[in-house]
């Protein structure tokens, strides 16, 4: 299947600080981006949906000036947190797809923690 | 709304004991069902999409049929590599096509 990868892949940062995560497709050319958040033993929640060149939709309840995400080619998506705060830490996911008749395919996940 | 609903939340099998995970789920309008695999700490792995009732598909000792209400994964004769979340998704022919996820099953396989 085709790769896509994240990075960090952790990061443990302060309150208040601001962290970005990477989301790459690196066979593939990434039509749809799409960003997760995981608690623990829990489904993956949709963040946002994000396409090329374009803004990201959110999710209802999801804070899209928290949660910057930009994707500003085919291949490359990120996502920031800012202002971070203890109970934003969590594993967050990215995926992408080629287009709407292909499957989607995820990155190995950010585990997030603030302290 | 989309939902999906997987049973059991949780399996613990013996190795070589077969068994089948379930998928049940509302859309409107189905335009694929998916299956993945992921392992703690990890993103989810792709495994399987299925398109239409009727539909099979399998990989090794796993294999994913669909009807118009649910999903099955069969496992065959599963090894402790197999323990892993089993996670299911449908996506609608509307909308942005998004994955709308189930909580998922975790296998345990012992030898």
């Given at each position: 299947g085709a790769v896509v990868s994240q990075h960090p892949s952790w990061v443990i940062c302060k309150s208040g600080t601001s962290v970005k995560i990477e989301c790459r497709s690196l066979d593939f050319q990434a039509t749809t981006m799409f960003w997760y958040r995981q608690f623990p033993k829990q489904s993956l929640m949709l963040m946002a949906t994000s396409n090329e060149g374009s803004k990201a939709t959110y999710e209802q309840g999801v804070e899209k000036d928290k949660f910057l995400i930009n994707h500003a080619s085919l291949t490359l998506s990120t996502l920031t947190v800012t202002?971070?705060?203890?109970?934003?830490s969590s594993f967050y996911i990215c995926s992408a797809r080629g287009d709407m008749n292909t499957e989607a395919f995820f990155g190995q996940g950010t585990r997030l923690t603030v302290v | 709304e989309d939902q999906v609903t997987q049973s059991p939340e949780a399996l613990r099998l013996q190795e070589g004991e077969s068994s089948s995970l379930n998928c049940s789920y509302t859309v409107s309008g189905l335009r694929g069902l998916f299956w993945y695999r992921q392992d703690p700490g990890k993103g989810p792995e792709f495994l399987f999409t299925l398109y239409s009732a009727g539909e099979e598909k399998e990989k090794e000792r796993l294999k994913a049929t669909l009807t118009k209400k649910e999903s099955f994964l069969h496992i065959t004769a599963p090894k402790p590599e197999d323990s892993a979340t089993y996670l299911c998704a449908v996506q609608a022919r509307s909308g942005y096509s998004t994955l709308t996820f189930g909580k998922g099953t975790m296998l345990l396989v012992s030898p």
């Amino acid at each position: 299947g085709a790769v896509v990868s994240q990075h960090p892949s952790w990061v443990i940062c302060k309150s208040g600080t601001s962290v970005k995560i990477e989301c790459r497709s690196l066979d593939f050319q990434a039509t749809t981006m799409f960003w997760y958040r995981q608690f623990p033993k829990q489904s993956l929640m949709l963040m946002a949906t994000s396409n090329e060149g374009s803004k990201a939709t959110y999710e209802q309840g999801v804070e899209k000036d928290k949660f910057l995400i930009n994707h500003a080619s085919l291949t490359l998506s990120t996502l920031t947190v800012t202002s971070a705060h203890p109970e934003d830490s969590s594993f967050y996911i990215c995926s992408a797809r080629g287009d709407m008749n292909t499957e989607a395919f995820f990155g190995q996940g950010t585990r997030l923690t603030v302290v | 709304e989309d939902q999906v609903t997987q049973s059991p939340e949780a399996l613990r099998l013996q190795e070589g004991e077969s068994s089948s995970l379930n998928c049940s789920y509302t859309v409107s309008g189905l335009r694929g069902l998916f299956w993945y695999r992921q392992d703690p700490g990890k993103g989810p792995e792709f495994l399987f999409t299925l398109y239409s009732a009727g539909e099979e598909k399998e990989k090794e000792r796993l294999k994913a049929t669909l009807t118009k209400k649910e999903s099955f994964l069969h496992i065959t004769a599963p090894k402790p590599e197999d323990s892993a979340t089993y996670l299911c998704a449908v996506q609608a022919r509307s909308g942005y096509s998004t994955l709308t996820f189930g909580k998922g099953t975790m296998l345990l396989v012992s030898p």
